[in-house]
């Protein structure tokens, strides 16, 4: 079977958590310990209800409080497919675990509450799923038993919806579906009170939505983690390049080019397993060897002749800011792309959005905590790398405080 990585969002308490639980419950992948234990922990609801929402809200803080602070990940299966679903925060100072939680979605379930329509946050991770270039996107305008199942109200959040995706420049599919997370009304049974609605439920769409292939086997990639030198009596001149396939596939004869040198070679053979093999393809940790004696270290990239990366010390990217302290022009910090490290230094604020108008913001002079922000970057050695609407892989990278540590922000290349 095909597994379906899908992300839910939405802003706080719009039932993104009980939407998952609901999920489980009512296919029946919810296990009797597991059961036991959630009614156990739902005694204190008036109704005798059971909590769905503790399923995924594992901390202790987010049971208390009744919100998603980390992203949780919860795995399940049907007979006809199998699904991680990772359960992003909704509070605005937990949106960087949104964005980790959304990196290799293959469809995002964005909650809105029927009562509110479209707000900030549901702005906000529109915005960063259209970015992430997420295939599928499922509207669930939840809590409609709140709106008496009203299909005027419903058909209000569609409209405003598609207005804005109009705006954003959203390109994924979108899918749109009524439903009462709390009631289990269209998550995995048809809902009584909304005979109106004749598309698929939650579970129909996650079942029979086409996965894109997540690996790509066509744009070949392996970043350069290690160069193995063994210099024992057995292998006196053994030379291997060791890392992990990105993308794409390598065999005995294959022209290669080495980024960012530009280093022409030809591959005399690939390891797999301390096997040597006929061919090595992604995701695979693999060892290449050259038949040329050339200059190649951690960080480079080798890629098959044909293929072309960009090279540059100018960069432009976009970045989803996730430090409480601001970033301002000439900020320096360590850039990680793979397994490259280099210094960079932000050099021009391009533009931002505007997350409640969505228009585009200038005259930018510093950037907080969760902003989306288009930058221009330099670096101290030449990067190569492709845009991250061609290849995630080698289009995204992170920037790291020089001092603490810290991941401070997301990039993607344009």
């Known amino acids: 079977m095909d597994i379906l990585r899908f992300l839910t969002a939405g802003s706080v308490d719009d039932g993104k958590s009980t939407l998952i639980g609901r999920l489980l419950y009512d296919s029946k992948n919810i296990l009797i310990d597991q059961l036991e234990a959630l009614e156990q922990s739902s005694k204190k609801l008036k109704d005798g209800g059971v909590d769905l929402a503790l399923l995924t809200d594992g901390l202790r803080a987010e049971r208390e409080q009744g919100i998603t602070i980390d992203v949780a990940y919860k795995y399940f299966s049907t007979p006809n497919r199998k699904f991680i679903i990772a359960d992003a925060p909704g509070h605005i100072q937990y949106t960087r675990n949104m964005v980790t939680g959304a990196s290799n979605a293959d469809l995002a379930v964005i909650l809105i509450d029927a009562r509110n329509g479209i707000i900030e946050q549901t702005k906000r991770h529109s915005i960063i799923c259209s970015l992430l270039q997420i295939p599928f996107i499922a509207i669930a305008v939840n809590k409609m038993d709140l709106v008496d199942h009203s299909q005027e109200r419903y058909n209000q959040i569609v409209d405003e919806f598609k207005k804005m995706a109009d705006v954003i420049g959203i390109t994924s599919e979108v899918s ?30 996650l079942e029979t939505v086409e996965v894109q292939e997540s690996i790509n086997l066509e744009n070949s990639r392996m970043p350069i983690q290690y160069v193995l030198r063994p210099q024992t009596e057995e292998n006196p001149d053994y030379r291997g390049y060791a890392g992990k396939i990105e993308s794409g596939k390598f065999k005995k004869g294959d022209k290669i080019t080495i980024y960012p040198s530009g280093v022409k070679a030809t591959i005399a053979a690939v390891e797999c397993n301390n096997q040597i093999v006929e061919e090595v393809f992604a995701p695979q940790s693999a060892v290449v060897h050259l038949e040329e004696d050339v200059d190649a270290s951690r960080g480079d990239m080798i890629v098959v002749q044909d293929e072309i990366l960009k090279v540059d010390r100018d960069i432009e990217a976009v970045i989803a800011w996730m430090d409480e302290k601001p970033l301002s022009l000439g900020g320096r910090y360590l850039l990680q792309q793979n397994s490259r490290v280099t210094d960079a230094i932000v050099t021009e604020f391009v533009e931002g959005i505007d997350v409640n108008t969505l228009e585009k913001q200038n005259g930018i002079l510093s950037i907080g905590l969760n902003e989306l922000v288009s930058v221009k970057l330099k670096t101290a050695v030449p990067l190569a790398y492709d845009s991250y609407s061609k290849l995630r892989n080698t289009g995204g990278a992170i920037l790291i405080d020089k001092t603490s540590y810290a991941t401070v922000a997301a990039v993607l290349f344009k």
């Open 176 to 205: 749109f579906i009524p439903i009462s997370a709390l009631n289990g009304d269209n998550i995995v049974d048809r809902s009584a009170s909304m005979t109106w609605y004749e598309g698929p439920t939650m579970m129909e769409l």
